[in-house]
């Protein structure tokens, strides 16, 4: 199983909602990442988690707040967001926790704030 | 400063037709090197990768890159493009003291005429 999976792929949310985006992955992967992708633009890194602990934070906003519940498991809990926060939100994985490795990226959440 | 650079935004090749396109990088030291393919509406997916040794670089769909450290360059090729290549591909570097941080290059869309 070489499979990054997110839910849900679509999302519309106005801007006092509460949401959650979820990624799972079940290939033994130590680290688990959060990218944000506009259209046309190349993903930016907003969060890692190492060893299900939090290794990088991109400063990004506090309406953004990442959980790693375990190993497998990565969630991003949206709340208070702006229309420009729309965009392709990605979770990828990888082998590697301390270096760069490859990483397998899921096929994105899109989240669309009005 | 440290960046990646993908000098062609878009570039248009026929079907059947060689595809070469470029990346630049500016580091001190050598770096871990990726290129990504990115299908519309999709994650993104590895294609090849260097670390060190050989500078020719086999990956998968008949995709090669070579490594030139005198040029700062990681050149992506294919000799004989098809249809379903197109896509955005982007290339990202990453250094073992960022730990698993990757940097993108902001893409080249590659479209396909039959």
């Known amino acids: 199983d070489t499979e990054v999976t997110q839910t849900p792929k679509h999302l519309v949310m106005g801007m006092t909602n509460k949401k959650s985006l979820k990624c799972e992955q079940h290939?033994?992967?130590?680290?688990m990442y959060w990218y944000k992708q506009k259209a046309k633009k190349p993903p930016e890194l907003m969060f890692v988690y190492s060893y299900e602990k939090l290794s990088i934070n991109e400063s990004v906003p506090s309406r953004f707040s990442p959980e790693c519940p375990n190993s497998s498991l990565l969630n991003l809990h949206l709340h208070a967001l702006q229309p420009e926060d729309s965009a392709l939100y990605l979770c990828a994985s990888s082998f590697a926790a301390d270096t760069p490795g490859e990483l397998f990226f899921g096929e994105g959440s899109r989240l669309t704030v009005l | 400063a440290q960046s990646v650079t993908q000098p062609d935004i878009h570039i248009t090749v026929s079907e059947g037709a060689s595809l070469e396109l470029r990346c630049n990088y500016s580091?001190?030291?050598?770096?871990?090197l990726f290129w990504y393919v990115q299908s519309p509406g999709q994650g993104l997916q590895l294609l090849l990768k260097y670390f060190s040794g050989d500078t020719l670089v086999q990956g998968i769909k008949g995709f090669e890159a070579e490594f030139k450290r005198s040029q700062s360059s990681f050149n992506l090729r294919k000799p004989s493009v098809h249809w379903s290549d197109a896509a955005e591909y982007f290339c990202?570097?990453?250094?073992?003291?960022?730990?698993?941080?990757?940097?993108f290059g902001g893409g080249t869309r590659v479209l396909v005429k039959p």
């Open positions: 290939m033994g992967h130590r680290a």
């Open positions: 580091y001190g030291a050598t770096p871990y």
């Open positions: 990202a570097v990453g250094l073992k003291a960022a730990g698993n941080k990757l940097t």
